[in-house]
């Protein structure tokens, strides 16, 4: 059943006031309108809410009431979102209208809308007397574009980290197999220690085609395309386990088996970060990865029991910061619970849009 939002008693008339049926008249029309009507102090804290609204933020109106409407708005659009409450607070402007803003609705998702923002109350009245207003336009149309936008940008990248991988294997690597053949041939005309130095030239040039084959699949592994996320999963939990002797077992829960590819691809890059990290920093051998579909998500959970380390954003390097910004791109969030000598659980989810 909708939860209305209330008006503070204080404002009311009385059951016997003229005004009582205009009033539940305006209340009705509140309630019933399809766009997200939002009113607030000049703090930004919701006053009321219509049924549309606490759709839209997916939590009842009558607990919206009271809640800071900021806590709603993304990381990255709250500095405009508090420079718009600081202009009606100032009286610099009194109206903003087509603005687009990122919401975060309570249960973790993300909504593009497009904002109408107006002052209430006289400037220079009182500030128990002013306020905002605030109308949300949710437009499906404009979400589907922008989804089917974030997916093409995410498969135009994978392309060309493909064409870099065959670029490798094509040229780079060959010419190093190349060049270890021809120091093979050196080696065999040459003696003592010449010979010798010849060898160990020859033995890292061929470390180094090793390395160079195990980049252009860690660029663009041919099994995630081909066969999927765990099959995928399980070929690089197989190469870290020869490149740093880490133990990773998989686990997996609901079908996981079929995948959206541009979720798969982000979902891929994210875990082959999480388990470097795990690899280079947590000082142990061995950690557990669950792949599950459920509730409208999917996740990738990363754990381990090493050294651990205060999970703040200060403390984020560029793998993780790009981690997070690539899953926020799809509407997804990262979530990293850590402690000195505790361990440390990494949960990827993203909206199923397979």
Known sequence: ??????????????????????????????????????????????????????????????????????????????????????????????????????????????ATVSASVSSAGATGSAESERGVRWQFRNDPQRELFESDLRGAVILAEERERSKLSQDLHDDLSQLLALVAMRLGKVRDLSEGAVSAEVREIEQLVRQAVQRTSSLTFQLHP????????????????????????????????????????????????????????????????????????????????????????EALPENEGYGLRSVRERIQYLGGTLTIESSRDAGTRACVAVPDAS
């Open 1 to 110: 059943m909708p939860q209305h939002a209330s008006v503070p008693s204080s404002t009311l008339p009385t059951r016997n006031s003229p005004h009582s049926t205009l009033l539940r008249r305006y209340r009705d029309l509140f309630n019933l309108a399809p766009d997200a009507y939002l009113a607030t102090d000049l703090n930004g804290r919701i006053e009321a809410a219509n049924d549309a609204a606490a759709a839209l933020l997916e939590r009842p109106a009558a607990r919206l009431v009271g809640a800071e409407l900021g806590e709603f708005v993304d990381a990255a659009d709250r500095p405009a979102f508090s420079e718009r409450l600081a202009e009606m607070r100032r009286g610099d402007r009194d109206r903003v209208t087509d603005w687009t803003l990122l919401l975060c609705p309570a249960t973790g998702g993300r």
């Open 222 to 309: 041919p099994v995630l395309k081909s066969e999927g996320l765990v099959p995928a999963a399980r070929w690089l939990t197989a190469d870290l386990q020869r490149r740093y002797g880490l133990h990773v077992k998989i686990e997996t829960q609901g079908d996981v088996a079929t995948v959206a590819e541009p979720t798969r691809v982000v979902l891929f890059r994210s875990l082959r970060e999480l388990l470097v990290n795990v690899a280079k920093h947590a000082k142990t051998n061995e950690a557990l990865v669950t792949i599950s579909r459920r509730d409208g998500l999917l996740e990738v959970v990363v754990a381990d029991r090493g050294t651990g380390f």
